[in-house]
């Protein structure tokens, strides 16, 4: 507001001198015209560098802690020369995996367990309990404080990051999807995946119907962080990622948590075939996916406190027995859901056909 008062008394400063001048026969018109023109341009410029200069002063906070967040050393850390990690079996084994954040409070306790290559691990357990935290130590989003993990006997700290998350695919409860066309936040785990497989995927994931619908197909950009597409579409679209990557470890956390049951039906056969062959970890709140599960954890306050297969946890009457008790997981819809607009549900074979593909 200052400034452009100055600015104004200063113009009107110019033409009053100027006239003054005009009076005495000093100047002309157009001189007068001419100068006062330049003087307001200068002002304007000069009235930009001072809002720069202002915006710059009060945004300094903001752009020191920027440049210490890119200048922060990265909290992985790799064997200088770290060997890659070849395709594996997907044994997993975690030996006293401990893990705390930065502010010293620990999340994880001890926590043991050995997946066979192959299995299926439903983690469960109450909000906090620790499952998402677990998992992301398998793909080194942190590593742990103590203890370690290994797969197919290889400590995943003496690996290439690279090659090891390369073995895996993750369907997250909060898909990542970047500002990319939709072809290419599909190909992020597979570049060389070919328009045949990109698409069998999409329609396993029952994805496709509702790319094809849009203006430009597959090559329609994606708003960042997905926000152009529903909770379910984005849903899919991960789902789908994983599905083409077709990785020998598979983590599912909540993957289909924002899918109405028929839709969630379809998408659980095309899984059910994914995960054939495949160790899979999944954060269950599927009744049907607890009870398939080859191994059940049962994590509380971050600690694992029962372990096993279904029967045999309600029959102790632990922890687990009381949240099935309560209802903790989610009945599974009707065996003759019908998908997207009314289709009957896709069979077992269908999906075992169409994802043969991918291998």
């Known amino acids: ?34 100068f006062v023109g330049f ?21 300094g906070p903001a752009l020191a802690n920027f440049f210490d967040i890119l200048d922060a050393p990265d909290g992985l850390s790799e064997v200088p020369g770290a060997p890659r990690l070849e395709p594996v079996r997907g044994e997993v084994v975690f030996e006293d995996v401990s893990f705390g954040y ?28 620790g499952k998402t935290t677990a998992l992301s130590l398998l793909y080194r989003a942190h590593d742990p404080v103590s203890g370690r993990i290994t797969v197919d006997g290889h400590d995943i700290r003496t690996v290439s990051l690279a090659s090891l998350r390369a073995q895996m695919a993750v369907v997250f409860q909060n898909p990542g999807l970047l500002y990319r066309s939709i072809a290419e936040n599909l190909r992020i785990g597979r570049p060389d995946a070919t328009d045949a497989q990109l698409q069998t995927a999409a329609m ?14 597959y090559a329609t950009v994606v708003a960042e962080h997905g926000k152009s597409l529903s909770g379910g579409e984005r849903q899919r679209l991960s789902i789908a990622r994983a599905m083409l990557k077709y990785a020998p470890i598979l983590i599912l956390d909540e993957a289909t948590s924002a ?16 995960v054939k062959g495949r160790t899979t970890f999944v954060i269950a709140h ?14 509380q306050e971050g600690r694992l406190v029962e372990q096993g297969r279904y029967h045999d946890l309600v029959s102790r009457g632990g922890l687990f027995a009381e949240l099935e008790a309560q209802g ?16 009957p549900a896709t069979s077992a074979s269908a ?7 991918f291998a």
């Open 1 to 34: 507001m200052a400034n452009r008062a100055a600015s104004t008394l200063t113009v009107l400063g110019l033409f009053a001198f100027g006239v003054a001048l005009h009076g005495r026969g000093e100047i002309t018109v157009g001189a007068i015209v001419s």
């Open 39 to 59: 003087a307001m341009m200068m002002i304007g410029r000069m009235e930009q560098l001072a809002g720069f200069i202002t915006e710059l002063f009060f945004q």
């Open 102 to 129: 930065g502010n010293g409070q620990m999340v994880l306790h001890g926590l043991s367990f050995t997946a066979r290559a192959g299995s299926t691990v439903a983690l469960v357990g109450p909000t906090g309990a």
């Open 204 to 217: 396993a994931a029952e994805a496709h119907q509702f790319v094809v619908r849009k203006p430009e197909g």
């Open 259 to 274: 899918l109405d049951n028929a839709t969630e039906a379809r998408i659980q056969r095309a899984l059910d075939t994914l």
């Open 286 to 299: 599927r009744l049907s996916t607890v009870r398939a599960a080859d191994l059940i954890l049962v994590l």
């Open 328 to 343: 903790r997981f989610t009945a599974d819809p009707p065996a003759g859901s019908a998908g997207a607009h009314g289709r």
């Open 351 to 357: 999906d075992d056909a169409a994802l043969e593909d």
